[in-house]
């Protein structure tokens, strides 16, 4: 028997060749079958013959004549993907997102809902998502677009196979969703995952954040709870089990407040955006995690008043989040971590804080190079990211079929 490498079949060559070729147009478009041949290494002959794979799957459209370059005019290749369209939905205690996009990354549709995600039992809480998921199908389908695929972020730990192993904030355990979804779907024929909203995060972040450069790169999610998507050396980082990058669950006072997660002093209980609500606005009537956006809104309103009270509280929070943005700077070393969710609004006060101790508890110097910056993404960067997962596996070379 021979166990040494194996030759690559030539569809897996082949496979990997057009991939090759749509990941360097999504980067470079407009451009020709020459500078894609330059840039690759490809022959011309070979990139032809991909290009002309791409068009007929409507992957890719010729968009005229250029003169600017010497020598005969030539024919430019852009991204098309008009018949496709990637899903991306994102679980929360408080909202769920919907976004689709088409193969260049434009937005087909981007919904939000309120989301009684804390106070619904898994199997309702599983009809709702689906029945959004839905929504969202059909109207792309409507609009004579095809689902490539369907991610769904979820605040807790997810698995391999999709099952929410534990979700603190929306009171789950070994919840196995996506077979839920696929049967609420009538198992479609597309892929559908299930991911850690922080991992989603971060991917979007990556890929339409302005961070493609940055190969370690941190998102935290400023929810009521508060994960971690890392980027290292390029890659998403999961750990042995995909449970990586529970930031919130990080010790920072043991004789604190108790945390979703059952134990006392985690950073989530002292920063998430829950309890920056409580301290900041001990008056205020939010009874339930729903009733959280009008909150920030205020707490924005006290801090731009100069509210003491809410100025010392924003302050406090980013010094917890410096705390623990340092303990991942002296681990990994990123080169940004950037704020996300409910954090945006509020990163005028939590950063210089957050800077501050982060220089103090950070053994480089310079703090290793890391920045802390407020994401530009809306509050469905999961939703993005689940929805820019989707494009990851064309761009690895999982084309939809003709």
């Known amino acids: 028997m021979q166990t040494g490498p194996q030759p690559a079949d030539f569809a897996d060559v082949r496979a990997t060749n057009l991939a090759v070729v749509l990941r360097h147009l999504r980067i470079n478009a407009p451009c020709s079958r020459a500078d894609i ?5 490809l022959n011309k002959a070979t990139v032809s013959s991909l290009v002309a794979d791409l068009i007929e799957r409507r992957l890719v459209k010729e968009t005229g004549m250029t003169e600017r370059r010497i020598g005969r005019p030539a024919t430019m290749l852009v991204l098309d993907g008009s018949p496709y369209a990637a899903i991306g939905l994102e679980v929360n205690a408080d909202y769920m997102t919907a976004v689709a996009v088409d193969l260049a990354g434009d937005r087909l549709l981007s919904w939000r809902r309120a989301f009684a995600g804390s106070s ?4 309702q809480a599983a009809a709702s998502i689906a029945a959004l998921a839905k929504r969202a199908v059909a109207k792309v389908e409507k609009d004579g677009r095809r689902t490539l695929g369907l991610t769904v972020g979820v605040p807790g730990l997810v698995d391999g196979d999709g ?4 979700a603190p904030n929306l009171r789950w355990r070994d919840v196995d969703l996506r077979s839920a979804m696929r049967k609420a779907l009538n198992e479609p024929p597309y892929p559908i995952e299930v991911e850690n909203d922080a991992n989603l995060a971060v991917l979007a972040e990556q890929r339409y954040g302005g961070f493609a450069d940055a190969a370690n790169l941190v998102y935290l999610t400023g929810e009521v709870g508060i994960g971690a998507g890392v980027i290292c050396n390029g890659h998403l980082l999961r750990g042995s089990r995909g449970y990586a990058g529970e930031f919130g669950h990080i010790l920072v006072d043991p004789t604190g407040p108790v945390c979703g997660c059952g134990r006392r002093g985690c950073l989530e209980a002292l920063a998430g955006i829950g309890a920056v609500v409580s301290r900041a606005l001990p008056d205020a009537s939010a009874s339930s995690p729903t009733e959280l956006e009008p909150e920030v809104e205020e707490v924005v309103r006290r801090a731009k008043a100069g509210d003491p009270k809410v100025l010392d509280v924003l302050a406090e929070t980013g010094r917890h989040l410096g705390y623990g943005i340092a303990t991942v700077a002296n681990l990994i070393n990123p080169e940004v971590v950037v704020l996300g969710g409910y954090f945006v609004p509020l990163s005028p006060w939590l950063i210089p804080a957050a800077e501050l101790e982060l220089a103090s508890r950070s053994i480089a110097p ?14 469905g960067a999961a939703a993005t990211g689940g929805a820019a997962r989707v494009l990851d596996t064309i761009d690895s070379g999982r084309l939809p079929t003709r």
């Open 366 to 379: 310079e703090s290793g190079g890391t920045r802390i910056v407020a994401s530009h993404l809306d509050l």
């Open 37 to 41: 041949a330059a840039a690759t290494g």
């Open 163 to 166: 099952i929410v192993r534990i």
């Open 120 to 123: 619904s039992n898994p199997g």
